[in-house]
């Protein structure tokens, strides 16, 4: 997740502006919308930290913690019990928390100013997602899968057996399916770079991605969900061209670059912003409980990481963390100790996503799970738990060379 640690970022402090006046592209009068938003590039450079996005990575760390902690279990329990709507309640709120990790990566990967070659791109960071990704489906699917045997699964140890692991080894599994996908991405970014280098382009391939990736699809659901009007052959028209599995979730990826490294310069364009993700993150719990209730079962509707609602509580927390967030950190980071702490969570944060299950595994076979009790105020300390339990194990496997190489 975001498994990009530099000893030193590009500064993108988010109440610099431009002494150039620049804008987001060459020509401010071609585009209405750029030119009342006006976004401006920040040319003052320096080297130094962006702590921020330090915070926001530690954030979306346990986000995904959180996350699998209360959505596990959401599909094995009876649909409109008490123990259901509070793991399906507190779940409704984790969902931007891929995205921002996706948001991050774009911030630094599609900054024209960093230099990234092709080379660098294969012999850095897809090669150290090969390695973990070797690593770490071997141990879920060997050592997890039948040493832990969370699940109780009585096995006898045979060709089908070792087929079956060979597969999976080679397909991933669980939560790792990010790592299949970071794979793709990263390879990918030398093109999205290009695109990145005009900013007009930029925003019209995120457009697209929201509004084909996002918005058609969500709004296809909300009419069939609430309405009972199937209009799926929109999406479906959609899907035939291909464009969304082009776009995907790369959307997020342009729009980390383009509201991470470009600043809105009016206070009510980032209030609106601010709005746009609180309508987000209050409007995902309604739509799930709403679609739940009417299909009277669990589904997945609107809790999607491209569902359009998702992608508002995603901007929305984003911006937060920029423009609201990153002043009063910067006054933090003069006190070494909290300092610290931040840089060390921010480092471990890959290393405790990719541990963070086996942890939650070690719990379950031993009969410590979600609703063990109250979940209403025991799932934040099962998961408080479970991320501090994965912290530990990362700092003492990253003091071996072997396991600093895959955490």
Not at 43 to 70: A, G, P, Q
Not at 294 to 322: E, W
Request: proline share 3%.
């Amino acid at each position: 997740m975001s498994e990009i640690y530099e000893e030193e970022y590009i500064s993108l402090n988010a109440f610099e502006r431009s002494s150039t006046n620049q804008t987001l592209i060459n020509n401010e009068n071609d585009d209405i919308f750029l030119e009342r938003i006006e976004i401006q590039t920040i040319s003052k450079r320096k080297k130094e930290r962006i702590y921020w996005i330090d915070c926001l990575r530690v954030f979306s760390s346990m986000l995904v913690v959180f996350h699998n902690v209360t959505f596990t279990d959401v599909p094995h329990l009876e649909f409109d019990s008490y123990n259901w709507k509070i793991l399906y309640f507190y779940n409704s709120f984790t969902r931007p928390c891929v995205p921002l990790f996706i948001m991050i990566s774009g911030v630094f990967f599609l900054n024209p100013e960093r230099k990234i070659t092709l080379e660098s791109i294969y012999k850095k960071y897809l090669f150290r997602i090969f390695k973990c990704y070797v690593f770490w489906t071997i141990y879920y699917n060997v050592f997890d899968y039948l040493i832990i045997n969370y699940i109780h699964f009585p096995f006898k140890f045979d060709g089908d057996l070792a087929l079956e692991i060979l597969k999976y080894c080679i397909l991933g599994l669980g939560h790792l399916w990010y790592l299949n996908f970071a794979f793709g991405l990263y390879a990918l970014t030398p093109i999205f770079r290009e695109v990145a280098r005009n900013k007009k382009m930029a925003i019209y391939t995120a457009g697209c991605g929201i509004l084909v990736a996002q918005f058609i699809p969500s709004f296809c659901d909300f009419i069939r969900v609430f309405l009972d009007f199937d209009i799926s052959i929109l999406k479906t028209f959609f899907d035939s061209t291909l464009t969304y599995g082009i776009l995907g979730y790369t959307n997020y990826f342009m729009l980390g670059y383009l509201l991470g490294c470009f600043n809105l310069n009016r206070k009510v364009y980032i209030y609106i912003v601010y709005v746009i993700g609180i309508i987000g993150i209050a409007g995902t719990p309604i739509l799930k409980f709403g679609s739940a209730y009417i299909l009277k079962q669990h589904n997945n509707y609107f809790g999607r990481y491209n569902s359009f609602n998702v992608s508002m509580s995603t901007v929305g927390i984003f911006c937060f963390f920029k423009y609201y967030i990153g002043p009063k950190m910067n006054k933090l980071m003069n006190y070494n100790i909290f300092r610290s702490i931040l840089l060390t969570l921010s480092e471990y944060s890959f290393g405790i996503y990719l541990i963070h299950m086996t942890v939650y595994h070690i719990f379950l076979r031993f009969g410590i799970n979600s609703f063990s009790l109250n979940p209403l105020y025991w799932l934040p300390v099962y998961a408080i738990m479970i991320y501090l339990i994965s912290f530990i194990l990362i700092h003492y496997m990253r003091k071996v060379f072997i396991f600093r190489e895959v955490t």
